[in-house]
């Protein structure tokens, strides 16, 4: 059986050995709106649990906007100009307008890149500043959330009167879904709150992962979050597989989000009635599959549908390598994945250790083997005797020792399949 996977830019054609009973899990997907912009002036002008967005301004003298930053397909350019225009309608002054990119601890935005996240026109026009993580000195600190976590906002972001958010709803791999509460933390929360939101305290909860939003703890506390900054208003979109806009949920962030939530939830989910023996997955290809920090998401969307102690088969380019210097570095620790969990545990919270602390979870309980080439040599050894040369040996190591007619999911798209066994879908 030949199958086709995302992978890199081009996709890689794969011979599947004989012998499994495979079962191919393609990405599912909503349906494009026929008038996205309508949609969004009428969930603007009847948001839920909210008045109209031009009401809820009169009498504001500032606002601020946090949108995503270049890492996330978000229609910044279709969404913001009806709220921008809303905003000076209710008297405004353009000049007291602030879009902030939510970044994280990503890197900033280049002018370059700003134009593409809120269009030129908006680019031009407005003033648009990019949120600066590193800097404890930009951030006001609004208090502690009985959980414990200090939080630190972007001071700019609170100095105004009016906070709004526009955001998309997809899985996240520890959040259930993104969209809404993460566009202030973790998207402009400062080091020291982003540290305790993806400590070992919140990683290693069973339920936050992707598809888990009611129990999940992590979700809980970005909500806290959300509440102590004042977040007002929300526009969350969902996105067709064509990244054209199929769903449009605004209003008040904690309801609207929710019903986000649900429409994707219903439009995406794939269940199967009992859980595989193995998975071959992927991370989607380009651009989610250029390094590994962002590849082993394909890693923990399949482990929902795999038997404990079953095997997973990572296939990604990873063109650009591992990923950024914290991370890589990192990565030389991990020796073993109970090992590695255990360092976390007695180590301070260093950037970008929870993507790795998420893959050594997995780890633990499953059989995981890579074929991802970009990787540096010095860098896959870390992953012990399962990271292999070429897509046929790892594919031979894979099936090894299956049973004939073992259950075998498929998934060429990786982390845009939600897929979860019937008994064991989260709320």
Same mark, same amino acid.
């Given at each position: 059986?030949? &199958?086709? =996977? %995302?992978? @890199? #830019?081009?996709?890689? /054609? ?6 499994? *009973? ?31 967005? &031009?009401? =809820? %301004?009169? @009498? #504001?003298?500032?606002? /601020? ?6 890492? *996330? ?355």
């Amino acid at each position: 059986m030949k &199958i086709d =996977l %995302a992978f @890199g #830019k081009d996709g890689l /054609a794969v011979e599947l050995p004989k012998g499994p *009973r495979y079962t191919v899990l393609e990405a599912r997907s909503a349906t494009a709106l026929p008038d996205a912009n309508a949609a969004i002036e009428a969930a603007l002008d009847g948001p839920i649990g909210r008045p109209p967005l &031009i009401e =809820l %301004a009169r @009498g #504001k003298r500032s606002a /601020a906007i946090s949108v995503c930053d270049i890492t *996330r397909p978000a229609p910044n350019a279709v969404t913001l100009p009806p709220i921008l225009r809303r905003l000076e309608q209710a008297g405004i002054a353009r000049a007291q307008i602030t879009i902030l990119i939510a970044t994280g601890l990503h890197r900033p935005a280049t002018a370059e890149e700003i134009q593409v996240i809120v269009g030129p026109e908006i680019a031009a026009n407005y003033r648009i500043l990019n949120h600066h993580a590193r800097e404890k000195g930009e951030h006001e600190f609004i208090g502690t959330t009985p959980a414990g976590t200090p939080v630190y906002i972007d001071a700019r972001f609170m100095a105004a009167d009016l906070h709004i958010t526009l955001g998309f709803i997809e899985q996240h791999l520890m959040l259930g879904f993104s969209g809404g509460r993460k566009l202030i933390a973790p998207g402009l929360a400062a080091e020291d709150t982003i540290k305790v939101l993806h400590s070992p305290k919140f990683m290693r909860e069973p339920a936050a992962i992707e598809g888990s939003i009611q129990r999940n703890p992590l979700h809980a506390e970005l909500l806290t979050i959300a509440r102590m900054a004042r977040h007002d208003f929300m526009l969350d979109v969902a996105l067709a597989r064509t990244r054209e806009i199929a769903g449009v949920f605004a209003g008040e962030p904690v309801a609207s989000h929710a019903r986000g939530v649900e429409f994707v939830r219903q439009a995406l989910l794939e269940r199967l009635s009992e859980p595989v023996d193995a998975v071959l997955t992927t991370a989607a290809g380009y651009p989610l599959d250029l390094t590994f920090y962002q590849a082993i998401k394909g890693i923990t969307a399949a482990q929902h549908i795999v038997k404990e102690g079953g095997r997973i088969l990572l296939m990604a380019a990873c063109e650009e390598g591992a990923g950024a210097v914290e991370f890589v570095e990192r990565m030389r620790d991990l020796t073993s994945y109970p090992a590695f969990l255990d360092r976390l545990s007695a180590t301070p919270v260093t950037i970008d250790q929870w993507q790795l602390e998420k893959l050594a979870l997995a780890g633990r309980r499953f059989e995981i083997h890579f074929y991802v080439p970009g990787l540096p040599s010095p860098l896959a050894a870390c992953l012990g005797p399962f990271a292999h040369s070429t897509p046929e040996a790892a594919l031979a190591a894979f099936t090894k020792g299956l049973r004939g007619g073992a259950p075998v999911a498929i998934i060429p798209e990786g982390p845009y399949v939600l897929a979860q066994v019937e008994e064991s879908v989260p709320a």
